[in-house]
């Protein structure tokens, strides 16, 4: 199977500093990357995604980097506002059928 | 396009009775997944279906789990005589098969709490 691990557990940031998670994964079979904000009470909700074949994407204040040969994959939010705070998870796509999720960050922006 | 939902949102019951839950996926997808979620922890695979098919399952499904998804529309998750081990929060989600990998998308989840 695949291990998708996470760091930080939490994470507190000043209102528009930036935040930085980052994920590792342990199979080089997997080939996308989801990353998923999660309110409380709230289903996941997606954010933004990476595949395998791309080493940046950015989506306005978001941005995930992958880097396949050392197997991590971080995600950097910038100019953080009080409505990020949320818990974010990263996950993994193994051989097309199965995610596997790291265990989350909370993320905290103080005004 | 209205999302993913699930009902009940919550549910308490006793010790040894029976849960159904429902799912209902977005319209077009054609994969549905079933996760765990307890507190402080990631989503935990459970099972999934391609259509109406149910193509894997995880060791974590102990018998008493039964998961459906008879038309391959919604799908129904079953709990057999719970135990308190069983409380999480229960998440579907929906995704559509194609060339490209998946994306995903989680209804807001059923929160079973057994006493």
């Known amino acids: 199977g695949e291990n998708v691990e996470q760091h930080p557990s939490t994470l507190s940031v000043q209102e528009g500093d930036s935040a930085v998670i980052k994920c590792t994964y342990s199979?080089?079979?997997?080939?996308?990357f989801p990353w998923y904000k999660q309110e409380l009470g709230k289903g996941p909700q997606l954010i933004i995604d990476?595949?395998?074949?791309?080493g940046e994407k950015k989506d306005q204040r978001i941005a995930v980097t992958l880097n396949k040969t050392a197997k991590h994959f971080s995600l950097h939010i910038t100019e953080t506002q009080p409505e990020d705070s949320a818990v974010y998870f990263c996950?993994?796509?193994?051989?097309?059928?199965?995610?596997?999720f790291g265990t989350g960050t909370s993320l905290t922006v103080i005004p | 396009d209205t999302g993913v939902s699930q009902d009940p949102r919550h549910k308490i019951t006793k010790r040894g009775q029976n849960v159904t839950f429902r799912c209902d996926p977005i319209?077009?997808?054609?994969?549905l997944y079933w996760y765990r979620q307890t507190l402080g922890q990631g989503p935990e695979f459970l099972t999934y279906?391609?259509?109406?098919?149910?193509?894997?399952k995880s060791r974590l499904l102990s018998d008493r789990f039964s998961a459906e998804r008879p038309k391959g529309s919604f799908s129904t998750l079953e709990i057999q005589r719970t135990e308190q081990g069983d409380s999480a929060m229960y998440l579907c989600?929906?995704?559509?098969?194609?060339?490209?990998?998946?994306?995903?998308?989680f209804g807001p989840g059923t929160r079973l709490t057994v006493l």
């Open positions: 989600a929906s995704s559509f098969l194609s060339g490209r990998a998946q994306e995903q998308f």
């Open positions: 199979d080089s079979a997997s080939n996308y």
């Open positions: 990476i595949r395998s074949n791309v």
């Open positions: 996950a993994a796509l193994h051989t097309g059928n199965q995610f596997y």
């Open positions: 319209s077009e997808h054609n994969r």
């Open positions: 279906f391609q259509n109406e098919a149910q193509l894997e």
